[in-house]
């Protein structure tokens, strides 16, 4: 029952480095223009290079056969949560923002603010589920997720984004070098004198790689963090009922759906181990995902109910994940 404690301590300690970044764009040290250069770099180079060299060390064929429904669980969790908004928020919404409520309500942070916790917990096998996780969330984002704010289906520009994708394109060299060539995943750390000299070319570049993966928890943190620090978008504020019920859905009707997924599934005689359950579960209690805002811009979404969503559900995230975490080992979910 400590681990709870660990998922707190691991929620402060990421929000003291977020506030490092709120501070910073404050202060201007880092402004629009650098916090882009930032979110691209994070997520076209460093993340990329964490999931490579992340899959190699962890993914086997054993492995696999027992994580192969975790890319599914990633598009379950997204596309319960988005039911369940189309459910409720017809209630609270009007009609033109609830496409984006409902956008927001299932788009959970599901990478940077839930890998450093899975690592502490889980060690190498929480990192690795959390990144198989991600196949399935990608896919539902570009699809279903697009399909909502659109209110069509995703466009080719959309599907060729997905298929450009450099976590999910670095997922799959990952997981066939491992695979394919076992030798590949002692070469990040192996020392100078055990590489062969035909490899040592290999294992330079591998060891570059993780060094620059190892920069992906702090800077998404800092870019994140500074990205809540932007100053607040002009125009009229949605409507406190609105907000209030997405906050609802993503960070209370989520997880407890994510709950009711895992009894449901034991029940029908397929029990989930349980690293990749309480994996799954901190998933689905994480707040909006920071690219929500991005993607409510880019495809006519509500950008200003967006930015208070993610915002404000961060920020609230501080306190709500420790408690879902807390009882859901306390009960034995």
């Known amino acids: 029952m400590t ?22 764009r404050r202060r201007a040290y880092i402004n629009a223009a650098a916090a882009r250069i930032l979110s691209r770099l994070v997520v076209d180079l460093v ?3 964490l999931v490579l060299t992340q899959m190699l060390r962890t993914v086997d064929t054993e492995a696999l056969r027992q994580g192969w429904f975790l ?12 039911l369940a908004g189309w459910m409720t928020l017809p209630w609270f919404c009007p009609r033109q923002r609830l496409p984006t409520a409902v956008f927001l309500a299932g788009l959970p942070n599901w990478i940077f603010l839930p890998l450093p916790i899975a690592e502490a917990l889980f060690g190498d096998a929480g990192v690795r589920d959390v990144l198989l996780f991600n196949v ?28 450009r994708n450099p976590g999910l394109i670095a997922t799959a060299a990952g997981i066939a070098l491992a695979l394919f060539w076992p030798a590949a995943r002692k070469l990040e750390t192996a020392g100078a004198m055990d590489v062969p000299p035909g490899l040592f070319a290999a294992a330079a570049a591998t060891q570059a790689m993780g060094m620059l993966g190892s920069l992906t928890i702090p800077l998404s943190l800092l870019l994140t963090g500074a990205q809540l620090g932007a100053r607040p978008a002009e125009g009229a504020a949605p409507p406190f009922r609105e907000l ?6 993503r960070l209370v009707c989520a997880p407890c759906l994510a709950v009711a997924g895992g009894w449901l599934l034991a029940r029908a005689g397929f029990p989930i ?7 799954c579960y901190l998933i689905a209690a994480m707040p909006v995902a920071i690219s929500a805002s991005i993607m409510a811009e880019r495809f006519n979404g509500d950008h200003l109910l ?5 915002f404000w559900s961060t920020v609230l995230s501080m306190l709500t994940v420790p408690s ?10």
């Open 324 to 333: 879902f975490y807390w009882m859901a080992r306390h009960w034995g979910w």
């Open 306 to 310: 967006s930015a208070r969503a993610i």
């Open 136 to 163: 399935g969330a990608q896919l539902t984002l570009w699809s279903l997720g697009v399909w909502t704010l659109q209110g069509a289906a995703p466009s080719r520009r959309a599907l060729r984004n997905l298929a």
């Open 47 to 49: 993340f990329p290079c």
């Open 71 to 82: 890319p599914l669980l990633g598009g379950g969790v997204m596309l319960t949560a988005m």
């Open 273 to 279: 181990p349980d690293a990749a359950r309480q994996t």
């Open 244 to 249: 209030a019920a997405v906050l609802a859905v």
């Open 3 to 24: 681990d709870y404690r660990v998922v707190l301590l691991k929620i402060m300690a990421m929000f003291l480095v977020m506030a490092v970044g709120w501070w910073a």
